[in-house]
């Protein structure tokens, strides 16, 4: 099919909740994408987050191939062994104790909050449910988490949202002191705000946050959707602020582009969730398990280090330009969001679709990079040229 072809029967027939971008893309190969007439685009979002390690990644294409020759579900009623060894990884690699898969973002964080809840209620009893997010937060699409998300937009339509949940600013500890109630069980954070601009939160604030919610055994649910799976340099973001949370939820990136998500809980919450209270139908699916298996094994402390440093020249060389449409710089690794001034973020993306460069915007004010962990210099150089001439 033909790139206006597509577009027509999209328009035709699917619901139309995405405001896309005017670009078709059929594959890819690292981080270059292919339109159907051959136009090419480098990509500085990866799907959002998603496809960790690339398009053509050879070895996690011949691992989940070998998977689904062999089996490519089998249900939770029975064992398998790409979820053990999954599992297995992550509970070693974050110090934490065990994990619940699930298949996408939100479903996690569901389940985290289903956790946290559960958590108080069976140590305190009913009337200790509420949980504290904060304001310009995301946590996902379903009634839930849209209550949990922070910012009011997202507050609209859908009423009735699920009540419990309060939203304080980011980075002032005593907002949250004056709002951890006796009906608190737990604090959902992310370390840095994706969707709500790439606002990172400050490392005092994270620890003064855990601190203060160990003391009243309040739990640190943090959401690692966007910032976890190698994105900010390390394995998750939370290892790099020096705390230990109770709950991370983690999605997008972590079975390199395919569905999976889930969430990792420290000993004291790894009992909480117990037979009949939680479940889903495709959660550790076998395929999604295998690639997620590869996509950590090539994320090793030297791809680590790596993601370090391509994020440090991407943001150095933006720097290096002295243009009057750029402002702040910010993130960690290669999680970058470069404030506009004087631009509509949404019309420099557009403007870089078209001139050969997929891009994201976040929050109201800024331009988002959330590139393959695995892209070469070389690509970098030819985005960020783009990126140059469209600023
Ligand atoms: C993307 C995202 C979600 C939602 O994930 P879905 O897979 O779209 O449900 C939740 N939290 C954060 C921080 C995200 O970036």
């Known amino acids: 099919m033909t790139g206006t072809e597509i577009k027509a029967l999209d328009a035709q027939n699917v619901m139309q909740t995405y405001g896309r971008f005017d670009a078709v893309i059929e594959r890819g190969e690292g981080a270059t994408l292919y339109s159907p007439e051959g136009k090419q685009y480098i990509d500085f979002t990866s799907g959002i987050g998603v496809n960790s390690i690339g398009y053509g990644n050879k070895k996690w294409v011949d691992a989940i191939t070998a998977q689904a020759m062999k089996l490519q579900h089998i249900s939770n009623l029975y064992y398998s062994e790409p979820y053990v060894k999954l599992a297995e990884q992550l509970a070693s690699r974050t110090g934490m104790k065990n994990v619940f898969f699930s298949n996408a973002g939100g479903e996690a964080n569901e389940g985290m909050i289903k956790l946290?809840?559960?958590?108080?209620?069976?140590?305190?009893?009913?009337?200790?449910?509420?949980?504290?997010?904060?304001?310009?937060?995301?946590?996902?699409?379903?009634?839930?988490?849209?209550?949990?998300?922070?910012?009011?937009?997202?507050?609209?339509?859908?009423?009735?949202?699920?009540?419990?949940?309060?939203h304080v600013a980011a980075n002032e500890i005593e907002c949250l002191e004056n709002e951890l109630t006796d009906d608190v069980c737990a604090v959902m954070i992310e370390l840095i705000q994706g969707e709500g601009g790439v606002l990172p939160l400050d490392s005092e604030y994270v620890k003064a946050v855990a601190d203060l919610c160990a003391s009243k055994d309040v739990l640190v649910l943090v959401d690692e959707i966007q910032t976890g799976v190698g994105r900010t340099g390390t394995l998750f973001a939370f290892q790099q602020y020096g705390i230990k949370p109770d709950v991370i939820s983690f999605a997008k990136g972590i079975a390199g582009g395919l569905p999976m998500g889930g969430i990792i809980a420290n000993e004291k919450c790894s009992k909480v969730l117990t037979p009949g209270t939680h479940a889903t139908t495709f959660g550790g699916n076998p395929v999604s398990a295998a690639g997620a298996l590869e996509v950590l094994r090539q994320l090793d402390d030297a791809a680590l280090e790596e993601v370090t440093k391509k994020g440090e020249y991407i943001r150095n060389t933006i720097k290096g330009w002295n243009k009057s449409a750029v402002g702040e710089i910010r993130g960690k690794g290669l999680m970058i969001g470069v404030s506009m001034k004087g631009v509509l973020p949404k019309d420099a993306a557009q403007a870089c679709v078209d001139n050969g460069l997929l891009m994201l915007t976040a929050g109201a004010d800024a331009l988002r990079m959330l590139p393959p962990l695995t892209i070469s210099y070389e690509e970098m150089d030819k985005g960020l040229e783009i990126l140059k001439s469209v600023l």
Do not use: M, V, W
């Open 116 to 166: 946290a809840r559960k958590y108080s209620f069976d140590k305190y009893g009913r009337g200790r449910s509420t949980i504290i997010s904060l304001i310009q937060s995301f946590h996902g699409r379903t009634i839930t988490t849209l209550s949990a998300t922070g910012q009011e937009s997202f507050h609209n339509f859908f009423f009735p949202f699920t009540e419990g949940f309060k």
